[in-house]
C-alpha cells in the first residue's frame, strides 16, 4: 500500500510541475540563454529541470512560435541560443496574469 502511495504521490507532484514548468521557462528566457544555462538559471532560482524535460519543452514552444532560436559558436561550440518570440512575450504576459490569479485563489482555499 505505500508503494501506490508514493506512487501517485510522485505521479501528481509531477502532474502539478508540468505547467509551472512552462511558465518558468517562458519567464527566463525573457532574456537569451543556451540549454545549459536556462538549466542553471531556473534551478539557481529554485526549479530544477532535467535535460530530458527541458529540450522537448524548448522544441515544443519554439514549434508553437513562442520561442525563437539560433545556433551560435560561443568557446569553439556551436550552441543554440533560445528567447522569447514577440507571441511569447504576450502569452508569457497572460499565462503570469493568470498564475497570479490562481495562486491568490489556491493560498484563500489552502
Known sequence: ???IADSLHENLRL???????TLAVLGQ????????TLRKALAD?????EESTLYPLLRRLESQGLLV??????????KR????SPEGAGVLEYLASEWKRLNAAMENIL
Open 45 to 49: 532560482r529554485g526549479l530544477e529541470i
Open 15 to 21: 502532474e502539478l510541475r508540468r505547467g509551472c514548468l
Open 81 to 84: 541560443f533560445y528567447r522569447l
Open 29 to 36: 528566457l525573457r532574456e537569451e540563454h543556451y540549454g545549459y
Open 69 to 78: 532560436s539560433e545556433w551560435r559558436e560561443e568557446d569553439k561550440r556551436n
Open 1 to 3: 500500500m505505500v508503494a
